[in-house]
């Protein structure tokens, strides 16, 4: 399968990709993660990037689409794969749409998980990520057992530059200019499905794989 998880910031995409991730074997590809290392290893592509992010804009399509062009041509995707955090713009989702066509492929779902802002800054602000291992945390929703270290791989914990209340401001400012129109470009395929993902993270789960085995 080849599935799109759509959402604001915080609505757990990256969360829910890891589960089902692990599940079903599909690579979880998240250009955030990707962006990320590219801004740790001080890549040409990484300085470029960690302006967009710092301030909380989108990263240009031209850049993210050459990204995703190039992960999905690796031999992992082949079976299936799971896009969390692209595409972003319409103008991605349309290269995307391009690429897959060229080999004959398609998206199969498309899952628009939605949670209201009161909620996503709970999230957003309580984030902690491993350094090591990139397993998600929350201080309060999913505490790890030992406070800045991780359950998983005992890797430390830290808290996302843009995970800051001004920045996450402006980054639901940038998701509500474009979610609408994205929605509008999946609709009428018949793979779109939103889903309530303000239950809690279990609840959440169990609601995707009802889909997905659905
Ligand atoms: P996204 O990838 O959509 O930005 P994350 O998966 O990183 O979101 O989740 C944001 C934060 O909220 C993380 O700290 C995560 O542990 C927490 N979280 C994710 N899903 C839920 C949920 N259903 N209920 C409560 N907290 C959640
Ligand atoms: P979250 O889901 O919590 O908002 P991500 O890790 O998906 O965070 O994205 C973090 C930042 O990386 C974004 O604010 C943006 O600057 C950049 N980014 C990630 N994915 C894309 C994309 N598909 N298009 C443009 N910018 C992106
Ligand atoms: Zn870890």
Same mark, same amino acid.
């Given at each position: ?92 989702? &349309? ?5 897959? @066509? ?14 209201? @802002? &009161? ?27 030992? &406070? ?7 890797? &430390? ?41 303000? @239950? ?6 169990? @609601? ?7």
């Amino acid at each position: 399968m080849r599935i799109i998880l759509l959402g604001p910031p915080g609505a757990g995409k990256g969360t829910q990709a890891k589960m089902i991730s692990q599940r079903y074997g599909w690579p979880q590809i998240s250009t955030g993660d990707i962006l990320r290392s590219a801004v740790a290893e001080q890549t040409a592509m990484g300085r470029e990037a960690k302006k967009f992010m710092d301030a909380g804009e989108l990263v240009p399509d031209e850049v993210v689409i050459g990204v995703i062009n190039e992960r999905l041509t690796q031999a992992d995707c082949q079976a299936g794969f799971l896009l969390d955090g692209f595409p972003r713009t319409v103008g991605q989702a &349309e290269a995307l749409t391009t690429a897959l @066509a060229a080999s004959g492929g398609k998206i199969d779902m498309v899952i628009d998980l939605r949670v209201e @802002a &009161e909620e996503l800054v709970r999230r957003l602000t309580g984030r902690r990520i491993c350094r090591a291992c990139g397993q998600m945390f929350h201080l309060e929703f999913s505490p790890p057992a030992t &406070e800045d270290v991780c359950d998983q791989c005992g890797g &430390e914990l830290y808290q996302r530059a843009d995970d800051n209340e001004a920045t996450i401001m402006k980054r639901f400012d940038v998701y509500r200019q474009q979610a609408d129109l994205l929605e509008s470009y999946y609709a009428t395929g018949g793979a779109y499905h939103r889903l309530d993902g303000s @239950a809690p993270i279990e609840e959440v789960r169990g @609601a995707l794989l009802a889909l997905l085995d659905g």
